[in-house]
């Protein structure tokens, strides 16, 4: 059953409210995480609980709760639930404040937890993988709000998405400000030529996903040489595979980008083999 902790209490989809005066609401102030379970289990919690504090770091917030605590708290509230496979939604926001924008007089950080379900793709799209657009507007810069930062700020990749959903395409390709390829709008991008599996590097400004991580692991694993390096349009027109990955996702092949399809057009054998090994991973709990 959808659980929501707020600050030290259990409420739920109805009852389950947030201030006005939130500086989360007003102005994108704060920070979250998208976690998933499987059969029972919280898959890489650890990892997203780095990523949670590391970006609440760089944004100068001082997350109310110990990481232990933090930890303890989502376990709770997913065993509260009852729900085997779910998605977490962590959220830490400045607080409540006023009307400006000073942190300063938000007194202290509200923290959130819900845990529900999610689905983003139905399961033709994983059957014939994805037509992509690469989208106009880029990701942030990375020197002004860094995209490593998993920030409640998600409006350049809201105005990719709604580019996107005008042209009818399934998913938006997004650049970064220097003009290589860089995720998309809730996904990370990779693409494989001479089962090679490439992906941009966080330093080039990319939300670090934890599913790629994962994946690259499972690459190495299989066999395949993986590199993380810049790619530009070409590389993905040119590529014998493109995928994306993300928690919700997982693992999913895109087969068209820009007009142009990508290899077979069909999704290829080292998507298909990595989407496994992940499936695998994940409901196996490591
Ligand atoms: N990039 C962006 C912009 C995202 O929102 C997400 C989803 N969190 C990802 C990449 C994928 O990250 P993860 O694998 O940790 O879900």
């Excluded at 959130?112 to 999610?118: A, E, F, L």
């Excluded at 395409?169 to 970064?176: F, H």
């Excluded at 993905?236 to 980008?257: M, N, Q, R, S």
Aim: hydrophobic content about 40%; aromatic content about 8%.
């Amino acid at each position: 059953m959808t659980t929501i902790w707020i600050d030290g209490k259990y409420y739920d989809r109805d009852s389950a409210k947030v201030s006005v005066f939130d500086h989360g609401l007003l102005y994108g102030d704060g920070v979250f995480e998208g976690i998933r379970a499987y059969n029972g289990r919280i898959f890489r919690l650890d990892a997203h609980l780095d990523r949670l504090y590391d970006s609440a770091k760089a944004i100068n917030l001082d997350v109310p709760l110990t990481r232990a605590e933090m930890q303890a708290m989502v376990a709770e509230a997913y065993a509260t639930s009852k729900m085997q496979d779910s998605y977490i939604r962590l959220v830490v926001t400045r607080g409540v404040g006023d009307l400006g924008l000073d942190p300063r007089k938000c007194v202290r950080p509200t923290t959130i937890c819900i845990v529900d379900t999610i689905r983003l793709w139905p399961q033709d799209r994983y059957d014939r993988g994805l037509i992509c657009l690469t989208a106009a507007t880029p990701i942030s810069h990375k020197e002004n709000l860094s995209p490593r930062v998993k920030s409640l700020n998600y409006l350049a990749h809201i105005l990719g998405k709604i580019e996107g959903i005008a042209a009818s395409v399934d998913e938006v390709i997004m650049l970064d400000s220097a003009g290589f390829v860089a995720e998309a709008s809730g996904m990370n991008l990779f693409s494989v030529s001479d089962h090679s599996v490439r992906t941009p590097p966080p330093y080039s400004g990319i939300l670090r996903g934890v599913t790629r991580d994962a994946v690259l692991e499972l690459a190495q694993e299989a066999g395949y040489g993986t590199v993380e390096i810049p790619q530009n349009r070409y590389d993905l027109y040119t590529a014998d595979e493109v995928f994306l990955t993300g928690t919700a996702a997982e693992v999913i092949a895109v087969t068209k980008l820009d007009g142009r399809t990508i290899g077979s057009g069909s999704p290829g054998p080292v998507t298909r083999d990595l989407a496994a090994r992940f499936k695998a991973l994940a409901t196996r709990g490591d």
